[in-house]
């Protein structure tokens, strides 16, 4: 990548979802990231995202496990965890204590509901999150239940890129002052803060809390997927009467349909039919075919095994090579820098993870050979 943070020690706490997706995204933007895991490994995704960074195995309920993750967190300049609030405490790593040795830590706490609030010691996942934050019952088609986006949205778009930000924020913060932090970042404050702008057109009228009802929502006929007649989808995105105009046009229905009319609710229900029967006329790439030089906001609507083969995702390199497979390439990108095609895949080296961290090496040699950091 990079090296945007250079010379930056993120030390990362086990966990899955946010926590390890975060310390990816560090180290694509040139971090030197140490994953600590528990004996017996993570849960599922963990692996996946462990790309350039150092991964060892510490025990933190043993003294001497503990002891080691108190002399790496000294001289770390970020530690990000994932566990339910208390959790770090009883570990006895509470942030007070890695501040008295560390001054200028930033620690980035990364929970589903937060460190406080009544909900703040519940279990919980993506879907759950989803739900406590409105966005799930807003998603989905109204005749069918709420539909949850993959794990995007709370694990990742808020949880994992809330913790990125915190972060960084700390660390700018840090460049001023001298003095560390302590984040408390949440998924379900994420995905709350995501739907500023639904929940003001809910304030003013301009949304009902319905789904499939609305401009956003799938209930507006020019902002929803259709299916080609060959099965496959494709997304209309025609918000703006500009490109209403070029999609009417590119399905032969411009006599029809006018973008005078576009936002008059009581004609969706018409439109939507007439795009349907329009749409299952033709295979979907014959219509991208037909549409991509209408500038109409229509995409094909990719499955995930498609992707490598697309020729934008191909033309902008969106995938890079680690050891010998296919990842999602770092972002975001600097301009003017050289485009990454190869990242390393985890190292799992402990001498060489903590000598890199900054340990003396033979206090790093002393801990591998007594088996207290593998």
Request: aromatic share 6%.
């Amino acid at each position: 990548m990079s090296g945007l943070l250079d010379g930056v020690r993120v030390l990362e706490l086990g966990g899955i979802g946010p926590v390890p997706f975060a310390g990816m995204v560090l180290a694509d933007l040139g971090a030197l990231v140490l994953r600590v895991e528990r004996p017996g490994g993570e849960g599922i995704g963990a692996a996946t995202m462990a790309r350039g960074k150092h991964v060892v195995v510490v025990d933190a309920k043993e003294p001497a496990g503990l002891e080691a993750l108190r002399r790496v967190a000294g001289i770390a300049d970020v530690l990000i965890e994932g566990f339910r609030p208390g959790v770090l405490e009883r570990l006895g790593l509470d942030p007070e204590g890695l501040h008295v040795a560390n001054p200028g830590l930033v620690i980035v706490r990364t929970t589903g509901f937060g460190q406080t609030g009544p909900a703040a010691s519940r279990a919980g996942h993506d879907i759950t999150y989803l739900a406590r934050s409105g966005a799930l019952g807003a998603t989905g088609a109204r005749s069918s239940p709420p539909l949850p986006p993959l794990n995007l949205l709370a694990d990742f778009g808020s949880g994992g890129m809330l913790t990125v930000v915190g972060a960084l924020a700390g660390l700018a913060a840090r460049s001023r002052t001298g003095e560390g932090c302590v984040i408390d970042a949440a998924m379900v404050d994420g995905v709350v803060l995501a739907e500023t702008m639904v929940l003001g057109m809910l304030r003013e009228g301009a949304w009902e809390p319905v789904r499939e009802a609305n401009l956003l929502d799938g209930g507006a006929p020019f902002y929803r997927s259709y299916r080609c007649q060959d099965g496959r989808w494709l997304a209309v995105g025609a918000l703006e009467p500009r490109f209403f105009a070029a999609l009417v046009e590119g399905l032969g229905l411009a006599d029809r349909f006018s973008p005078a009319d576009q936002q008059d609710r009581s004609q969706w229900g018409a439109t939507r039919c007439a795009f349907e029967a329009a749409f299952a006329t033709a295979p979907r790439d014959e219509w991208v075919r037909r549409l991509g030089s209408l500038d109409a906001c229509v995409e094909p609507v990719l499955g995930l095994d498609e992707l490598p083969r697309d020729e934008h995702v191909c033309g902008r390199g969106l995938f890079v090579t680690v050891d010998d497979h296919l990842e999602p390439a770092p972002a975001p990108r600097v301009v003017g820098a050289a485009p990454v095609r190869e990242r390393p895949g985890p190292r799992r080296d402990p001498l060489e993870a903590l000598v890199a961290f900054g340990v003396e090496r033979h206090d790093a040699e002393a801990l591998v050979s007594q088996r207290v950091v593998a």
